[in-house]
């Protein structure tokens, strides 16, 4: 299956992420450029002001610093971010942090915060004078990539507040009866970095997961479905290491309340990565039930028009004849009655000679006569010979006869 398909797919999707994470990725850029700008432009004779530091004493040199940057941001909104570099070149982790946390709320000082994050992204989350009145979910993920270990402490957490008239207008009949409510938390931030901390350290990641799931209560968690909208996105690409992971996790009682999430994640990235064959192949490979695989299977095989219900996927659509073998071989008889007749009828509407030519490959059977008289009596229009032709390759004599009979009143 071709990839592009489902990366066209994918974007529809994930647009609302890429807005939400693009501040994150522009500071971060213009760290990057700004460290190098400062590189080139401190030639010898700029460089007084680093050289003369070495002589001073620790308060000396973040008093001095602060008041330098001071006076930058006094004549521009944003500071001359170069310059502010330099003021503060050569100065310990120690002291970058004292001069940031007394600086007014600006631009300026949110660019000092993520560059201390830079040397220690968890001691800087930690301390709120520092972090001030801003959440930086740019912070978290810089957690995850320094010290998985700890980045679980870095998620975001749903605060007790007092209970008031407004907390009716956001949770309605479901305000706590103790006199409280749970606030909203960052949770896009929040699954963000659990998604960064996935692609560092599976096993945390998925602890991550599901520290998310139990604190994110908002309205819409049922219907976002944030591990499936990941592998929707191919924001996770699933390597042995994570695949491993998610399977040991699925038998640990711990992660019952994200097991279907993990179902989701792990199939559909087989989908997206060589197609439904290898996701049916994965299938097996999984701890899952029947009733979990039966789940799984009406989730992502839609009406085959090519749309989607909420996040779900439509296999139907782009791999007929393969979605069509998976449930041959993983349905009961009764199951197989019941879909397949329907499945060969949409994949007709969109692809006639297709359909019709699978048809003609199948063994007599019960299932290929009640597919045939579902499609020539429902399905896309053939000319009264044709459809005869076909109606009478059904073997089951009854079935026939009344299969003949509906033509004339199907416009035939």
């Known amino acids: 299956m071709k990839r592009s398909f489902w990366i066209t797919l994918a974007v529809s999707v994930t647009v609302c992420a890429a807005v939400l994470t693009a501040q994150s990725m522009k500071n ?97 989350s930690r301390d709120e004078k520092l972090m001030g009145d801003f959440y930086m979910p740019e912070i978290g993920r810089m957690i995850a990539k320094q010290d ?124 997206y990565e060589e197609g439904v064959a290898a996701m049916a192949k994965r299938v097996k490979s999984l701890p899952l039930s029947e009733e979990e695989l039966n789940r799984y299977m009406d989730s992502v095989i839609q009406d085959g028009s090519g749309g989607s219900s909420g996040n779900q996927l439509d296999i139907l659509f782009t791999e007929p004849a393969e979605t069509i073998q998976w449930v041959a071989e993983s349905r009961n008889e009764a199951d197989q009655r019941k879909m397949i007749p329907d499945m060969v009828l949409n994949w007709a509407k969109r692809d006639a000679n297709a359909a019709f030519g699978w048809i003609s490959k199948q063994a007599p059977s019960t299932l290929r006569d009640t597919t045939i008289a579902q499609l020539v009596t429902k399905g896309p229009n053939l000319d009264k010979a044709s459809a005869e032709t076909w109606a009478r390759e059904i073997q089951d004599q009854a079935l026939r006869e009344s299969t003949l009979q509906q033509l004339p009143d199907a416009g035939r």
């Open 148 to 271: 998985p270990a700890r980045a679980l402490e870095s998620l975001p957490k749903p605060k007790p507040v007092e209970y008031s008239a407004s907390c009716l207008r956001c949770h309605g009949e479901g305000a706590t009866k103790s006199g409280g409510c749970i606030r909203s938390i960052p949770i896009g931030d929040g699954w963000g970095i659990a998604t960064t901390l996935f692609s560092e350290d599976a096993e945390t990641g998925l602890r991550a997961f599901l520290q998310m799931d139990k604190s994110d209560n908002s309205k819409s968690r049922k219907m976002n479905q944030p591990l499936l909208k990941l592998a929707l996105s191919g924001s996770i690409r699933l390597n042995d290491d994570q695949l491993s992971a998610i399977t040991a996790a699925m038998n640990d009682p711990e992660f019952s309340s994200i097991r279907s999430d993990m179902i989701n994640l792990a199939l559909n990235d087989a989908i």
């Open 28 to 124: 971060r850029s213009l760290a990057e450029k700004l460290a190098r700008q400062s590189a080139a432009a401190t030639k010898p004779e700029n460089r007084r002001i680093g050289v003369e530091a070495t002589s001073l004493s620790s308060d000396e040199r973040i008093e001095r610093a602060r008041t330098g940057i001071e006076k930058l941001m006094a004549e521009s909104s944003r500071g001359k971010m170069p310059e502010v570099l330099r003021m503060v070149e050569g100065l310990s982790l120690d002291e970058l942090i004292a001069v940031t946390r007394d600086l007014p709320s600006s631009y300026t000082r949110r660019f000092l915060v993520i560059l201390a994050a830079e040397q220690d992204a968890l001691r800087v």
